[in-house]
């Protein structure tokens, strides 16, 4: 069966830095795009950024460009997520999320269109 696992998450002050990881295993992995949501105990989860498996394409929210970057490792089958310039509304439980199977979109950017979840890490950034 196959599992996500997040780590890297942790308390860090604003205008910090943490790189985010997501290992696959249970199977052999060709997504078709993978994914950071975030939520927090009063909003609902939120996508963050998310890159497609093949190919480069990328997409992000607006309030993390520039300061966020997605990236993978096809050959460890491991999603990062790299997150600069911490603000403390950056403060939630991130989420790593796969699509195993073909989509018609390269990048995905809903919860729905997303099949595989890891447990989350938490990332809190203090002012």
């Known amino acids: 069966q196959v599992q996500l696992v997040e780590s890297g998450g942790g308390l860090v002050q604003a205008g910090d830095s943490l790189r985010l990881s997501c290992a696959a295993s249970g199977g052999t992995f060709s997504w078709h795009s993978m994914g950071w949501f975030r939520q927090t105990p009063t909003k609902e989860r939120e996508f963050v950024a998310a890159i497609s498996w093949i190919g480069d394409n990328t997409a992000y929210i607006d309030s993390v460009k520039g300061r966020f970057t997605v990236s993978k490792d096809i050959a460890k089958g491991t999603l990062y997520l790299q997150l600069n310039s911490l603000k403390p509304e950056d403060t939630a439980v991130y989420y790593c999320?796969?699509?195993?199977?073909?989509?018609?979109?390269?990048?995905?950017?809903?919860?729905?269109?997303?099949?595989?979840w890891g447990q989350g890490t938490q990332v809190t950034v203090s002012s």
């Open positions: 999320a796969a699509r195993g199977n073909r989509a018609t979109t390269p990048v995905l950017t809903t919860t729905d269109a997303y099949n595989y």
